[in-house]
Every structure is written in structure tokens, then in C-alpha cells.
């Protein structure tokens, strides 16, 4: 999967601004909250070069944003976690995709896996999860013990993506059919541009995130292995919760 940086995008902006397209977009939604005709940038988006519309295109098939879950790599994402899950031992019954509502433009996606094994092995999945392209966090855990050696986990898992919005029937109207194909594909570069700017605190939550579980958790998962029975519960909300 192709990635672009900060810098990246910082480039591309530039260039949009330069074949004029990009702004568009800009200018139409100040127009939108003034209240103010845009007729005279759509006819400059009518007028736009082959050259230019080739260089869209290209963006638009080369350029993925960096981190977020896109909807062609749900099932690579659940693939990931079905074979890091096998791959540390672990027996998988079920894992689920659940769409959450979007929250200032970004729409979260969990996966809730269950899962059976010796709890040993959880720290190493746990890792794993951080090891794939996509920003993941660990929203709850659920460790019950059925033994020694062996336990049943319930882990949800949230990957994230911006929030697409469809383009005000304001600025299509009285473009020409390529005219308004540009303009779409201006408003999808500008919305992942925006997702740039979000990505990067929730690099950095994620990694705080994998951080402090690291540490949090290591101990009472060796305490209720040894002891063969227990229930260890952590969330975002509630915190870590350890039952004997």
C-alpha cells in the first residue's frame, strides 16, 4: 500500500493550487458559508487542459492516506489479524467487523475478535497488532481463565478513516460532465489532505496507547496464569479491572 507523508502532501497542495483545480474547492465552500455566486471559478474548472485532468488522475491512483483503513483493505485487515492471531498460538472462533458513528470526520472500524489460548502468548499479538500500515488501537480487552495454560480473549480492535463528504450540488452546477468529474476528485485529494493533519495525533495516541498496555498488563496476566483462574478486563473507559 502506497503512503504519503506530511511533506507529500504539503508538494501536492502546491501543485493543485498551481493548475488552479484545487482551489475550487477552497473558494467554493467560503462561497457556501458566505452565501456568495461562484459562476466565475466554475467557468475556469470548465476550461481545464488534458494535461491537467492527466495529472488528477494520477493523484488519484497513486496517492493512499497514510494510515487509514480504506475500504479495499477491510478484508486485508482482518486477514492481518485472523493469521497474527494463528500465528501466536492463538485459536480464532470469531472475529467481527463493527462500523462506529463518525466522530469530527474520521469513521472508526472495530474488529471484535474471540479467542482461546495460553495468555502468555497475548503480549506478543498484542505487538503485532501496531505492525501493519494502518493505525490500530486496542479499545477493550477481555482474558477469562479456564485453566492453567489456557484462557478465552475478547479483544476489540479500532482502525480508522476519514469521513468522505459528497460534493455541495452547489459547485457541480453548470459544469460541464469532465469539469464535474475533476472537481470530485479535487474534493476526495482535499478531504485526504485534511486526514493528514488527524492522522498524526492518532499516531501518537496509538503509540502511547501500545506503551502504557505493555506495561500494565504484563504482570496480571503472569499472576492469573499462575493461578489458573481469574478474569482480567481493561477498556479506554474503565481502565484495568483484575478478578481472582
Request: aromatic share 10%; net charge negative.
Amino acid at each position: 500500500m502506497t503512503t504519503f507523508s506530511a511533506s507529500t502532501a504539503k508538494k501536492t497542495l502546491i501543485k493543485l493550487i498551481v493548475v488552479q483545480w484545487g482551489l475550487v474547492v477552497i473558494i467554493g465552500l467560503t462561497a457556501w458559508i458566505l452565501n456568495k455566486p461562484v459562476n466565475n471559478v466554475m467557468e475556469k474548472v470548465n476550461d481545464i487542459t488534458p494535461e491537467q485532468q492527466a495529472y488528477i488522475d494520477e493523484l488519484i491512483s497513486t496517492l493512499t492516506p497514510n494510515g487509514a483503513l480504506i475500504e479495499e483493505n477491510k478484508r486485508q485487515a482482518e486477514f492481518f489479524l485472523y493469521m497474527l492471531a494463528e500465528g501466536t498460538n492463538w485459536t480464532v472462533s470469531e472475529i467481527r467487523p463493527i462500523t462506529r458513528i463518525p466522530d469530527e470526520g474520521i469513521i472508526p472500524t472495530d474488529y471484535r475478535l474471540v479467542m482461546t489460548g495460553d495468555p502468555f502468548n497475548l503480549p506478543v499479538f498484542f505487538d503485532g497488532i501496531y505492525r501493519q500500515p494502518s493505525i490500530a488501537m486496542i479499545q477493550s480487552i477481555e482474558m477469562h481463565m479456564r485453566g492453567r495454560g489456557d484462557s478465552k480473549v475478547i479483544v476489540r480492535i479500532r482502525y480508522f478513516h476519514p469521513e468522505i463528504l459528497d460534493v455541495p450540488d452547489y459547485v457541480l452546477d453548470g459544469l460541464e460532465p469532465t469539469a464535474m468529474e475533476t472537481v470530485k476528485k479535487g474534493w476526495l485529494l482535499w478531504s485526504w489532505k485534511d486526514w493528514e493533519l488527524q492522522a498524526e495525533k492518532l499516531r501518537a495516541d496509538e503509540l502511547k496507547r501500545r506503551r502504557s498496555l505493555q506495561f500494565e498488563l504484563a504482570g496480571p496476566i503472569i499472576s492469573l496464569r499462575n493461578k489458573s483462574q481469574g478474569e482480567l478486563l481493561w477498556s479506554e473507559v474503565g481502565g484495568l479491572q483484575v478478578r481472582d
